[in-house]
């Protein structure tokens, strides 16, 4: 199959290593991937600060640069719900309703990446090894607007070397808002703590998740703490083997690529 | 408090929102700033954490246990959506059905209206004083300072409302208005405030219950004046609802010569029949049982038992406004359970009281700003991460997160002048729509890495609004090149 | 313009002229009729529900009321009681009540918090929700009747028990003044942990016959 990667605005600026740990994966379970180079943002962050009629020539940035592709996966639940849940709307509202369809017609073929692995490609062991003691966290916008369920989980459970621990409190959200943990710093403060302390609690290594938002938020929280244990993006565990751990992990920042 | 202050905000139709100058509706400082004061509060974020805990888990127990919740959950949400579509017709049947049965129905613009209406009613029964069954509309309007105002005397008889009037606090929770205060606080309020209160009186629950029963009994027993709210009021036979728990609202709806209730104009419902829905959907989500103690229904007047006399208000003060909202006006849908701020991770840490409004949580922060128009709540749509927990558990399904996205949208383009922020995303938004000019952008970030001084984060001053970022966050330094760059370096166009 | 005429002209402005025609609901959820339990498992779904809010139930034959009712007030007094003590509905059915009991009449309501005990009958049970309904008629009493005195006997025969609460409310009349009483009188307002008996009775005893 040929997949389009979408790389998202923050993984593709701040932690590319998640973008290129997709890919790596993605051509090892046999697909062609493509990289559109036009793209740039789903236009959420936009959206959820207020700036919806600002975010309409960015969703059609977006359609423009994925037009034609078979399946488009992203490794952000986030984006990829706002690229079901608000692109045509926001299109819809300003009036551009060629644009709507199109993006409407797009969100059905893009996917969060544990959704594509399970739903489309039927996969759940992808041939991982990953001798490590991880947690997981089911970010908000994939548990309650996706509705990703248990896949990542069974994703995980069939990485080879990997403990998979339970993380208290899980469903709480870690804080993160996008312009939310800057606006309403102290309450995302307080949000984060929680979920740090629950995160430390398990004595996991890793923490895991399937936005790299939300990683960056509750790994920028733990880093300051000197805590130790550090955020992992679902795509880098799944793409790492015997052969290749993944080299450059989320929150060994990404000096180079 | 009553002064008149310059006229309401007026939405694009040109309807008026709730009057400034009455009522509890805005706050005195921004949502921020409020939670920045509570969230150093250690006793309020452990009593919070520990009431709302404790009643998440009941609610989920008992949702669990009806194998039709969803379907009540949509019945219940079409239920509300073909009413607010028909809320003229409903609210006209409702006041013959009142009528025709012995009930005088009264209508109010606004919380000014309103307390004036009520104030008049109370003072020509010559009673001096007020019995009061919890209800947020007379919260709202702010009705206890109006009637205390000519020199009434006015009791709260929910044990909560009973606990923030002798505290003289302010409620913080739509269902548990004390909900910031545990037994050990509740206590020392009590033996502070109540006349003759046992001096051995000690935390228990229990206890404390008693000594409430104890000093409300005789009020109850010689009131003549109640004044109640409504949560259902049904068009087709004129039946009014009131769900509750204690028995202290069957005391002011039965015993008093004259009740006056006062009840928001979206508590309307169609027919009997559409009770079935809701008082499955209500119980189970807001105190988390099967069903409440007591759920009292009465039809205008009935000879020889309970109140011969039977008020009705009908109050506006900015619903129709939100009305005039379509996306918005989900938010009058809310038959105000409290499911919501219960799994609010933001209302669990900063409780009810930095919401400035007698509506706190989620749906505080879609409603409040809508009654009173935007620009006089202008922090509250954004006082949410947008997590979703609350849409999750709405029985009937009002997508807050959502309203709240869509309020800031309204809040941004109210905006005559760009500030900096605006201008930022604007730029932001012209760099995310051109590929070219996104390369760039992407580019210059990679300045940041000459503060990094090849450390590995950010240093943790840097000028805001990042700084609200790297107060408590370390900020990864950018990547010498992109994901895309690289991509398209190694395998070409 | 009046107040009531400015509001509703402004729901219609609000609304606008061409407003959508409201949805046909769906209640695709039980109605009544549709609840499983029958028979004895209702009867059973009902003790248990009604026990579950620390409420007392006491089973007894149809011909067995009345000793039932006096062994409710025993449990629910502590013994020791006298017939005048206990106030009884109106038209609470003749066998029923205790000997030489007070029945309520047409005295000012606040009276009835003299009384120790009230008897009445109830108009619908549901099981599912251990939901006892009196509707104000002469068996059941009036409002007052039920919630002054501190100790209230309901008595429920098998043909008032419903499943769920759409069946129950089907079975009402909305013109009455309703009680819907589900266990003794409570408040979860103390760290949102449950505390029986505030206001209204803080015993209900519950007489099921049949």
């Known amino acids: ?257 | 408090m009553t002064a008149t202050v310059p006229g309401p905000a007026r939405t694009f139709l040109g309807l008026p929102t709730a009057p400034r100058g009455v009522g509890h509706l805005r706050g005195d400082e921004s949502f921020p700033d409020a939670a920045r004061t509570a969230l150093r509060d250690g006793q309020l974020r452990a009593n919070l954490g520990h009431a709302t805990s404790t009643i998440r888990g009941k609610r989920a127990r008992v949702v669990a246990e009806l194998p039709d919740w969803a379907e009540l959950r949509e019945a219940g949400r079409a239920l509300k959506a073909a009413t607010m579509a028909r809320l003229d017709d409903h609210l006209e049947e409702l006041e013959r059905q009142v009528t025709a049965r012995g009930g005088t129905v009264h209508w109010a613009r606004d919380a000014n209206e309103a307390n004036e209406i009520v104030t008049r009613l109370v003072l020509a029964t010559g009673a001096s004083e007020v019995v009061k069954v919890k209800s947020m509309a007379t919260q709202e309007i702010g009705l206890n300072e109006a009637l205390e105002a000519v020199g009434l005397d006015v009791f709260e008889t929910d044990l909560a409302e009973l606990i923030v009037q002798l505290g003289e606090d302010k409620p913080s929770h739509i269902l548990v208005p004390a909900i910031h205060k545990n037994r050990a606080e509740i206590r020392e309020i009590f033996a502070r405030t109540i006349p003759g209160v046992d001096p051995g009186l000690t935390d228990e629950p229990r206890q404390l219950a008693m000594a409430a029963r104890a000093h409300l009994r005789e009020r109850f027993l010689r009131a003549r004046v109640a004044v109640s709210g409504a949560n259902f009021g049904i068009a087709e036979t004129g039946t009014l609802t009131v769900v509750e728990s204690e028995g202290n609202g069957r005391m002011c709806l039965t015993l008093p010569e004259t009740l006056i209730t006062v009840m928001g104009i979206e508590k309307v419902v169609p027919t009997w029949r559409d009770l079935e829905v809701f008082l499955q959907l209500l119980p189970r989500s807001s105190t988390g049982e099967r069903m409440n103690p007591y759920t009292s229904t009465w039809a205008g007047v009935t000879p020889g038992d309970g109140p011969q006399e039977f008020h009705l208000v009908l109050l506006d003060n900015g619903r129709t406004a939100v009305l005039a909202d379509e996306v918005g006006r989900e938010a009058l849908h809310c038959i105000r359970c409290s499911a919501c701020l219960n799994v609010c991770p933001v209302y669990e840490r900063t409780g009810g009281h930095a919401y400035g409004s007698v509506y706190p949580g989620p749906i505080g922060a879609v409603l409040s700003p809508q009654l009173t128009g935007v620009e006089d709540n202008a922090s509250l749509p954004y006082a949410s991460s947008l997590c979703g927990a609350c849409y999750e558990v709405c029985p009937v399904a009002i997508d807050i997160p959502s309203i709240l996205v869509h309020l800031r949208s309204e809040h941004v383009e109210a905006q005559e002048k760009p500030n900096a922020e605006a201008l930022a995303f604007r730029g932001l938004a012209r760099a995310m729509s051109n590929p070219r000019l996104w390369h760039l952008a992407q580019r210059a970030s990679r300045l940041g890495r000459l503060f990094a001084r090849g450390r590995p984060t950010l240093p943790n001053a840097l000028p805001p609004p990042i700084s609200g970022w790297t107060r408590s966050r370390d900020l990864p330094t950018p990547p010498t090149s992109t994901f895309v760059e690289s991509w398209t370096r190694e395998h070409g166009r | 313009m009046s107040a009531r005429d400015d509001v509703l002209s402004r729901i219609r402005q609000a609304l606008g002229p061409d407003r959508t025609a409201p949805a046909e609901v769906a209640r695709s959820y039980r109605g009544a009729g549709a609840h499983p339990a029958t028979g004895a498992a209702l009867m059973d779904l009902l003790v248990d529900r009604v026990e579950d809010y620390r409420a007392t139930v006491l089973r007894c034959s149809p011909g067995d009321v009345a000793a039932t009712v006096r062994a409710a007030l025993d449990q629910g007094l502590g013994g020791g009681w006298a017939a005048g003590d206990v106030v009884v509905a109106p038209g609470l059915a003749q066998e029923w009540r205790p000997e030489g009991c007070d029945v309520d009449d047409d005295r000012p309501a606040v009276q009835l918090a003299d009384r120790a005990a009230s008897v009445t009958a109830v108009a619908v049970a549901i099981a599912e929700t251990g939901t006892l309904v009196l509707d104000g008629s002469p068996a059941c009493g009036r409002r007052a009747l039920s919630l002054l005195p501190d100790c209230l006997v309901c008595v429920v025969t098998a043909d008032q028990v419903v499943g769920g609460v759409p069946e129950g409310l089907a079975r009402l009349d909305p013109l009455r003044p309703l009680t819907m009483v589900s266990g003794p009188s409570a408040t979860s307002d103390i760290e949102l942990e449950r505390v029986e008996g505030v206001h209204g009775p803080r015993t209900l005893m519950v007489v099921l016959a049949g």
Request: glycine share 8%; net charge neutral; charged share 20%.
């Open chain 1, 1 to 257: 199959m040929k997949v389009a990667l979408f790389a998202t605005c923050l993984v593709d600026t701040l932690t590319p290593t998640v973008a290129r740990a997709t890919a790596t994966l993605l051509e090892r379970l046999g697909h062609e991937v493509v990289v559109p180079t036009g793209q740039a943002c789903c236009g959420q962050m936009h959206v959820n600060t207020g700036y919806r009629r600002e975010a309409v020539p960015i969703v059609a940035n977006h359609v423009r640069a994925f037009a034609g592709a078979e399946a488009i996966v992203a490794p952000s639940g986030s984006c990829v719900a706002s690229i079901h849940h608000q692109q045509a709307d926001v299109a819809r509202r300003a009036g551009e309703h060629r644009l709507a369809a199109d993006a409407a017609e797009l969100a059905g073929r893009t996917y969060e990446l544990s959704q594509f692995l399970v739903d489309v490609l039927g996969v759940t062991d992808v041939g991982a090894y990953y001798p490590h003691r991880v947690t997981y966290h089911p970010t908000c916008h994939s548990l309650r607007l996706l509705k990703v369920g248990d896949r990542p989980f069974r994703l995980l459970r069939a990485v080879r070397g990997l403990e998979l621990v339970e993380l208290p409190g899980a469903e709480q959200c870690c804080g993160f808002g996008g312009t939310f943990a800057v606006k309403n710093a102290d309450t995302s403060t307080a949000m984060l703590t929680d979920k740090m302390a629950n995160v430390l609690s398990t004595h996991a290594e890793v923490c895991t998740a399937g936005d790299a938002s939300c990683l960056m938020h509750i790994g920028g929280g733990l880093s300051r703490l000197r805590a130790g244990t550090r955020t992992v993006h679902l795509a880098e565990i799944l793409a790492s083997t015997e052969e290749a751990v993944t080299p450059n992990q989320t929150t060994r920042p990404a000096m180079s690529v």
